[in-house]
């Protein structure tokens, strides 16, 4: 069960990165999907989340900046980050409810992508 988190990069302030998760083709469907962001030392925060009816609610930091969605048949999540600031500086991870085959039946867990390194330069 895997989901993996790509698009991470450098970019000056005030620019835009688009970050994508997507999911093996050991993945049935996935439920909720949230990103979340990590700097060292500090706890993961949780960034945005989005439901598979596409409701979504995002962190008061990113808020009118940072836009969640996804692709429910290409069974990938996207993080359309704008106005970056140095702040925005982080690890960011995907997280999604995901429907797979677990111990022999349909079942849901939990699962991460790998980090994706965002770096904004001031």
């Known amino acids: 069960v895997q989901l993996q988190a790509f698009g991470g990069g450098l970019v000056q302030a005030g620019g835009s990165l688009r970050l994508s998760c997507a999911a093996s083709?050991?993945?049935?469907?996935?439920?909720?999907m949230a990103w979340y962001r990590q700097t060292a030392g500090k706890q993961r925060e949780l960034v945005a989340t989005?439901?598979?009816?596409?409701?979504?609610t995002y962190a008061d930091s990113v808020k009118g900046r940072f836009t969640i969605s996804r692709d429910n048949a290409k069974k990938t999540a996207y993080l359309q980050m704008s106005s970056l600031k140095p702040e925005d500086t982080a690890v960011y991870y995907c997280?999604?409810?995901?429907?797979?085959?677990?111990?022999?039946?349909?079942?849901?867990?939990?699962?991460w992508g790998q980090g994706t390194q965002v770096t904004v330069s001031s």
């Open positions: 997280y999604g409810e995901v429907v797979t085959i677990v111990a022999g039946a349909w079942g849901t867990l939990g699962a």
């Open positions: 989005i439901t598979s009816g596409g409701d979504t």
């Open positions: 083709e050991m993945i049935f469907s996935i439920n909720d």
